[in-house]
């Protein structure tokens, strides 16, 4: 008895966290599909990003989640660089979750997400304050902070590329404006020479 109600909670309240990269298309979407049960909680984060290593923007895109009927929107971020969506399975079926890149035409655009899986909840648990909850509980925070570590190195390559073209940007100009100072200054000089030049007229 008590080996099938352990078997029980492993394979209702197990996390399964997995991650995963996919390149978006111009004017495309990508979609991906989960059967669950109600009562589920389906969880994703993901954060959109460049794969040229040397771009200097942050990068959004479109997340939606349809219910098993295709013309169910469940949730819809648009125009986010990150998210983090966690939804209550209202009734059984397949759901689709899709990226949506409809709105640029950026070919090197990809996105990052990890599927915490379904999680099963049961309230009325009287042991569901336990050792095994805690390190689920666990377990789930250390998959947030990893995905937020991600996005934060996104971001860094981001802002690193766009400081380093400032950086670049003020030292042609710089270059430029001293030329210009040394070009003003030889003509000043010549321009003053043939002023207090004598002229002799034979």
């Not at 978006?24 to 994703?44: H, I, N, Q, W």
């Not at 923007?57 to 990150?82: A, C, M, T, W």
């Not at 925070?141 to 190195?153: A, F, N, R, S």
Request: hydrophobic residues 35%; proline residues 3%; negative net charge.
């Amino acid at each position: 008895m008590q080996l099938i109600k352990l078997l029980l909670t492993i394979s209702f309240s197990l996390i399964v966290s997995s991650a995963h990269n996919v390149l978006l298309p111009p004017y495309g979407r990508r979609c991906f599909f989960e059967t669950m049960s109600k009562g589920d909680e389906f969880a994703v984060s993901f954060q959109f990003g460049d794969r040229n290593p040397s771009s200097e923007h942050q990068l959004n895109g479109d997340f939606i989640v349809y219910g098993p009927n295709r013309n169910e929107v469940l949730k819809s971020l648009r125009g986010v660089s990150h998210g983090d969506v966690s939804l209550s399975i209202p009734y059984d079926g397949q759901f689709q979750y899709c990226f949506l890149n409809e709105n640029s035409n950026v070919d090197s655009k990809d996105v990052t997400f990890n599927i915490h899986g379904t999680v099963f909840v049961d309230l009325n648990d009287p042991e569901s304050d336990t050792l095994d909850s805690a390190i689920r509980h666990l377990n789930k925070l250390v998959h947030e902070v990893k995905d937020e570590q991600g996005y934060i190195v996104i971001r860094e390559r981001t802002h690193r590329n766009t400081a380093e073209s400032t950086n670049d940007r003020v030292k042609w100009w710089s270059i430029f404006q001293l030329g210009v100072v040394i070009a003003n200054s030889v003509f000043q000089i010549y321009y003053l020479k043939r002023f207090f030049e004598v002229t002799s007229l034979v």
